[in-house]
């Protein structure tokens, strides 16, 4: 692994104990509640560029929070079926994500330089640290 | 509170409280007049029931109003519906220990229309994204989304983080909507609130509508705002001359000019009704109420409905406030007579949806809802939107061609 096949992306701090998964990346936004079927952790929404995808263990990282007040419970309720991601990490999230995953203690990050949705392909391998605002990735992709 | 001489649940809450608003660098907690809660049993499951029933046990009190939003069955009519024994059971849970605490069962997520009409200026905890975005945008006052958890931290504290929309330099306008395809029914305003939504899905964004030739009604605002909160994750917007806090451009955007600019050209309401095609001959259920009917939107079906049969299944969702009016009217009765099943204190897509699919055969969903056109999508349904009138007709045909 050559050093420029490492990248660090900062910004604010975020929530959450540090963290190292494997990436799960996607253009698209994201609702717990209507784009994921809960009980297996697989996106579900027929029109979502990660049709048919598991979340379970990855880091999610995507442009938008979507949708409702109910993610406000879900990813509680996802980490206690075990199929919750590891972490969350968005362009620019809204606060009922937040609110969840501080619930869940699920870690959360977001407004981070460069962009984690153009910097981040699928299947490298990420270290969060969110009381620090960085991310290291590691291409594997 | 932190020390914790209010009590381990008022404790419980500010420690979240401060995690959250750290997060957005929230600088101070603000004093908020009421709460508003999402706490369906679908979306809580097992633990979210659990964690509600050990405060409940251990004797926490909410300290301002809490009301609540619509649940995931009516109890009463489960079976009938097709729904598990299992989710009245566990909604029974929830409200019951919610309402220990101190909460008001009143299941509905119109709650600013009948029995918490919120003001200018004031603070606010709701959740529900369309109840927070009429707080926002039709009253004047103050909200972020609150999810659950959060919703009920604030009603433990009596306050929330002061970020997002409780500060001016989040509600001020962000896009310029000029709209130039008139919307002509309460369907119309939902396709709308789809369009301006699909177009800029971030919460932080609020856009200004401008060339509207008439005042929307109540339940148009409704329509509207809820298909923004929907499509959109947004949680205000302003309208030039109707709104509260937009009694110009200038006024809207805090007298800076718009630095972007959208169109909604003509055609581009019918567009997004042709975004919703049924994938077959006749839909499976008809369903009026996303979000809950109001009197007025109840009545217009009731009527349309009268003397009629209709050959479909055909849910109307409401709140047990415009319910009581609508048995007292005689509207209930009018739908019930045409077969029309009237559900109380539930929304449909909070009724256990992707269950309903596999026990009922629920594929083919026709409304006039552009939200609820949404929403049931991630529960695998095939969603047709159409104006009110439309549905009514095409549930008496039972058949969408005439």
């Given at each position: 692994m050559s050093a420029d096949e490492r990248l660090v992306l900062r910004g604010p701090a975020g929530y959450g104990e540090a963290i190292e998964a494997e990436a799960l990346v996607s253009s698209d936004g994201f609702s717990a509640r209507y784009d994921l079927d809960?009980?297996?952790?697989?996106?579900s929404r027929e029109a979502h560029e990660l049709y048919g995808q598991s979340l379970v263990g990855k880091v999610l990282v995507v442009s938008t929070a979507k949708g409702g007040t109910a993610t406000g419970w879900r990813l509680f309720d996802l980490v206690e079926r075990g199929t919750a991601p590891a972490a969350l990490v968005f362009r620019a999230t809204n606060p009922v994500m937040v609110q969840g995953a501080v619930m869940a203690g699920i870690a959360i990050m977001h407004r981070l330089v460069p962009d984690p949705v153009e910097a981040i392909a699928s299947g490298d391998w990420l270290r969060l640290r969110p009381a620090d605002g960085e991310i290291d990735v590691e291409r594997r992709a | 509170m932190l020390a914790g001489a209010a009590g381990p649940a008022a404790r419980w809450g500010i420690e979240y409280q401060r995690s959250v608003g750290e997060f957005f660098g929230a600088e101070r907690m603000v004093a908020v007049r009421s709460a508003h809660i999402h706490?369906?049993?679908?979306?809580?499951?097992?633990?979210g029931a659990a964690f509600l029933e050990d405060w409940a046990r251990r004797g926490a009190r909410l300290a301002i109003p809490m009301t609540m939003d619509p649940r995931s069955t009516d109890p009463g009519r489960a079976r009938e519906i097709g729904q598990d024994d299992a989710?009245?059971?566990?909604?029974?849970?929830?409200?019951?220990?919610?309402?220990?605490?101190?909460?008001?069962?009143?299941?509905?997520?119109?709650?600013?229309?009948?029995?918490d009409v919120p003001h200018l200026g004031e603070r606010l905890a709701w959740g529900d994204t369309g109840t927070v975005i009429w707080a926002n945008s039709v009253a004047g006052a103050r909200s972020n989304f609150e999810g659950g958890p959060a919703a009920l931290a604030a009603a433990l504290t009596g306050r929330v983080a002061e970020y997002g929309f409780h500060l001016d330099e989040h509600r001020r306008g962000t896009v310029l909507v000029e709209v130039e395809d008139q919307p002509r029914c309460l369907t119309d305003w939902g396709a709308l609130g789809a369009l301006v939504g699909r177009a800029y899905p971030d919460y932080w964004e609020v856009p200004v509508l401008t060339?509207?030739?008439?005042?929307?009604?109540?339940?148009?605002?409704?329509?509207?705002?809820?298909?923004?909160?929907?499509?959109?994750?947004?949680?205000m917007f302003h309208m030039i001359g109707v709104t509260p806090e937009a009694r110009s451009v200038e006024d809207a955007f805090g007298g800076?000019?718009?630095?972007?600019?959208?169109?909604?050209?003509?055609?581009?309401?019918?567009?997004?009704?042709?975004?919703?095609?049924?994938?077959?001959?006749?839909?499976?259920?008809?369903?009026?109420?996303?979000?809950?009917?109001s009197l007025l939107e109840f009545r217009r079906i009731a009527e349309g409905l009268a003397g009629r049969s209709v050959r479909t299944t055909v849910f109307l969702t409401t709140s047990a406030q415009v319910r009581a009016g609508a048995d007292d009217y005689g509207y209930t009765e009018l739908a019930r007579a045409a077969g029309a099943v009237v559900l109380t204190g539930v929304c449909f897509y909070l009724m256990t949806a992707r269950e309903l699919a596999r026990t009922r055969g629920f594929r083919t969903l026709l409304t006039d809802s552009a939200k609820l056109a949404n929403t049931v999508q991630g529960y695998g349904y095939n969603p047709v939107l159409r104006p009110t009138d439309e549905c009514v007709e095409i549930a008496v045909r039972g058949r969408f061609a005439a």
């Open positions: 809960h009980t297996t952790g697989v996106i | 706490c369906d049993g679908e979306a809580l499951g097992e633990p989710i009245v059971a566990e909604e029974a849970r929830i409200v019951g220990a919610l309402t220990a605490m101190g909460a008001i069962p009143s299941n509905t997520c119109i709650n600013y229309q009948t029995l060339g509207l030739e008439r005042n929307p009604a109540p339940d148009e605002l409704k329509h509207l705002g809820a298909a923004l909160a929907s499509y959109g994750s947004q949680a800076e000019p718009p630095e972007r600019r959208m169109s909604v050209p003509p055609g581009a309401l019918a567009g997004l009704y042709e975004s919703f095609l049924p994938e077959r001959g006749a839909p499976d259920l008809v369903v009026f109420g996303t979000p809950q009917l």
